[in-house]
Nanobody, 121 residues
Framework: QVQLVESGGGLVQAGGSLKLSCAASGSVAKYNPMAWYRQAPGKERELVAYITIGGRTKYEESVRGRFVISTDSAKTTVYLQMNSLQAEDTAIYYC???????????????WGRGTQITVSS
């Protein structure tokens, strides 16, 4: 079981930026795609972005152009740079290790505990 620990959450004003980090217990990103999900109050958890082993990325439409997912060179940490934050981005953000079926990211049960992002308008 991979251990994932998210950090970097907090309160930010609309238009501001935050960078989330997800530290994995090993170089898991060398062997698996990884993703950021979020869950807002009263809503289902949704995929925000994922990154493949080769560094290819894909984003949910509402964050495309504002968020950037990346990994460190050791493939032990996954980041989510969030810019131009909006109130609608308020949610708990979770890191996940997954698999790819063609271009579809499929989450596994390897989740972090999440980090809260609150955007004030």
């Amino acid at each position: 079981q991979v251990q994932l620990v998210e950090s970097g959450g907090g309160l930010v004003q609309a238009g501001g930026s935050l960078k989330l980090s997800c530290a994995a217990s090993g170089s898991v990103a060398k062997y698996n795609p990884m993703a950021w999900y979020r869950q807002a109050p009263g809503k289902e958890r949704e995929l925000v972005a994922y990154i493949t082993i080769g560094g290819r990325t894909k984003y949910e439409e509402s964050v495309r152009g504002r968020f950037v997912i990346s990994t460190d060179s050791a493939k032990t940490t996954v980041y989510l740079q969030m810019n131009s934050l909006q109130a609608e981005d308020t949610a708990i953000y979770y890191c996940n290790v997954g698999i790819l079926r063609i271009t579809t990211y499929v989450p596994t049960e390897n989740w972090g505990r999440g980090t809260q992002i609150t955007v004030s308008s």
